[in-house]
Nanobody, 128 residues
Framework: QVQLQESGGGSVQSGGSLRLSCATSGDTANQHCMGWFRQAPGKEREGVAALDSDGRIYYADSVKGRFTISQDNAKNTLSLQMNSLKPEDTAIYYC??????????????????????WGRGTQVTVSS
């Protein structure tokens, strides 16, 4: 079991920055994919960024160059630094973890969305 708790959301103006954090606990050492997802009103959930246990990092095209995913050495916090925010980044942001090594081996951590463990989300609102 893994527990995930997001924090750091809020309201910012276009061009601003936010840093999201995800506190993890439980069986975090056996999670092979860690990711950030978001869901805007009326839209499907989409992957934002992910990293796997081999250190590979994946970003959605829409956030490349603006967002940075990282994990601390103790692997108990997953972060998402978001710069140059746009109104279209407005969404609820979720942290997620996946224990299956298959997705890491196949380099799919950034392209599949049915992660096993999820946080409750944190709201990010970007105004123009």
């Amino acid at each position: 079991q893994v527990q995930l708790q997001e924090s750091g959301g809020g309201s910012v103006q276009s061009g601003g920055s936010l840093r999201l954090s995800c506190a993890t606990s439980g069986d975090t050492a056996n999670q092979h994919c860690m990711g950030w997802f978001r869901q805007a009103p009326g839209k499907e959930r989409e992957g934002v960024a992910a990293l796997d246990s081999d250190g590979r990092i994946y970003y959605a095209d829409s956030v490349k160059g603006r967002f940075t995913i990282s994990q601390d050495n103790a692997k108990n916090t997953l972060s998402l630094q978001m710069n140059s925010l746009k109104p279209e980044d407005t969404a609820i942001y979720y942290c997620a973890a996946e224990p299956s090594e298959y997705y890491k081996i196949m380099r799919l951590c950034g392209s599949f969305s049915e992660y096993k463990y999820w946080g409750r989300g944190t709201q990010v609102t970007v105004s123009s």
